[in-house]
């Protein structure tokens, strides 16, 4: 028999969900690499492929930068690394999904979920301007009641700061929330920020795999998540 107290979902009813972007709504691998390739192409260096920025996901652009120009060179300086790093957003954030789309069932899922009462939120390591502009372009803007990015604190995933940001921006204690997450980093911000239970999806840009990660469950797929949260639009 079910220990009823063993079940988060029973001591505190579920109120939000708390959705990653990159990997997770969106697959917005190829726009960073036709960010990543121009930058390139400007410093008269060679192309990075879809397999190699697809690994370099996941830390945020300063990083994803970092990686894209140790791949091809490295840099002088760290001024070189910041000029580079500016070049990167101004390219990136004026147009981000050219080449990128929801992943099957996302908007569907994510408007019945906003139906069935739960506050959606956004946490991504991507910067605010490029994730404001994504979320708006694909049409998915609107359902979410905050979003945080990785811009937005002093630190961003793996650290529980920007989970517990958001989390407060959507008036829910952390016991009140589930984490839908596509890698090592949300498992890791969102236990530590004491959520009542982090999901994976199984695809995305993970780097380690998901089964040995501390989560609550991978989905066959993103429409999953109504069941999984036992919540149905009405
Ligand atoms: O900007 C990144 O590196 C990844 O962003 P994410 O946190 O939405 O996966
Ligand atoms: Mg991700």
């Avoid at 190699?52 to 690394?81: C, N």
């Avoid at 500016?86 to 569907?108: K, M, N, T, W």
């Avoid at 009641?145 to 940001?165: F, Q, W």
């Avoid at 989390?167 to 969102?190: I, K, Q, T």
């Amino acid at each position: 028999m079910t220990d009823p107290a063993a079940d988060s979902s029973i001591r505190h009813p579920i109120r939000a969900v708390a959705f990653d972007l990159d990997g997770t709504l969106v697959d917005s691998a190829a726009d960073l690499m036709h960010a990543s390739n121009a930058l390139l192409a400007e410093l008269g260096r060679p192309p990075v492929d879809l397999p190699a920025v697809r690994s370099f996901i996941g830390d945020g652009a300063p990083k994803l930068v970092e990686r894209v120009l140790a791949a091809t060179g490295g840099v002088a300086d760290a001024e070189e690394g910041a000029r580079c790093l500016r070049r990167f957003l101004a390219i990136y954030e004026a147009d981000p999904s050219a080449h990128s789309a929801l992943y099957p069932g996302v908007a569907e899922t994510l408007e019945a979920l906003a139906k069935a009462g739960l506050r959606l939120g956004v946490c991504t390591n991507k910067p605010m301007g490029a994730t404001m502009r994504l979320l708006e372009d694909l049409g998915i803007a609107g359902v979410f009641a905050a979003v945080v990015g990785g811009d937005s604190y002093p630190t961003r995933k793996p650290s529980a700061e920007p989970v517990l940001g958001l989390l407060e921006r959507l008036d829910v204690s952390p016991g009140e929330a589930v984490f839908v997450g596509d890698n090592e980093h949300d498992v890791a911000a969102a236990r530590a920020a004491g959520v009542a239970r982090v999901l994976l999806v199984p695809y995305g840009y993970a780097r380690v795999p998901l089964d040995g990660l501390p989560h609550d469950g991978i989905l066959g797929g993103f429409a999953d998540l109504p069941e999984r949260l036992s919540c149905r639009a009405p």
